[in-house]
């Protein structure tokens, strides 16, 4: 084998055991059998975008999934008055795990505010992994639940940051 061919494959490795280690820490994938894990840490792919890339605009129906390993993303909504900030995301936050799930329609934009590296999966490959394991679909959905369940329940408490005509129409929980 060639050198270049080795530090492939050490680079591979490495880049898989990364992966692995990050999805023990989220929520997402902590509770998967290290089995799975392993499938799962082969499947994310590592995707740099730079400044004013799109990771995904609204209205995509793209069925990805973004944790983000560096850097800053801003979501934004466009409507007929002009587009505005809804909040920023930074490293370790796990973004677009609902469209793993099935068809869904962006209701927003993310992009790149800086330099970014962000581990993606895809819904074809979620989709395989969970036909591979299909006892994992519950797991899946507690923690979808969970995960539901609890921002709300921030939403609900930050009572500062909440109008009252807008504390009327949250109750995700309630679908």
């Known amino acids: 084998m060639n050198s270049s061919m080795e530090k492939r494959q050490v680079s591979d490795t490495s880049e898989f055991q990364q992966n692995l280690e990050i999805l023990r820490q989220m929520d ?56 505005f900030c809804l909040g920023k995301y930074g490293e370790g936050e796990f973004l677009g795990g609902l469209a793993l799930l099935g068809d869904m329609r962006r209701l927003f934009s993310l992009k790149a505010l800086t330099d970014m590296t962000c581990l993606v999966m895809t819904r074809e490959k979620f989709t395989k992994a969970i036909e591979q394991f299909p006892d994992l679909m519950p797991r899946v959905l507690e923690t979808m639940v969970d ?29």
């Not at 390993?69 to 979501?75: F, K, N, Y």
């Not at 930050?158 to 679908?175: F, P, Q, T």
């Open 28 to 83: 997402f994938f902590s509770a998967l059998s290290l089995q799975a894990l392993k499938v799962f840490a082969y499947l994310f792919t590592r995707e740099v975008f730079k400044p004013g890339d799109y990771l995904f605009h609204q209205d995509d129906n793209d069925g990805n999934a973004f944790h983000i390993l560096s850097g800053i993303a801003e979501v934004a909504r466009k409507d007929e008055s002009g587009e």
């Open 147 to 175: 995960r539901i369940r609890s921002w709300e329940e921030r939403l609900f408490l930050d009572k500062d940051g909440l109008c009252d005509a807008c504390r009327k129409k949250v109750g995700v929980s309630l679908i």
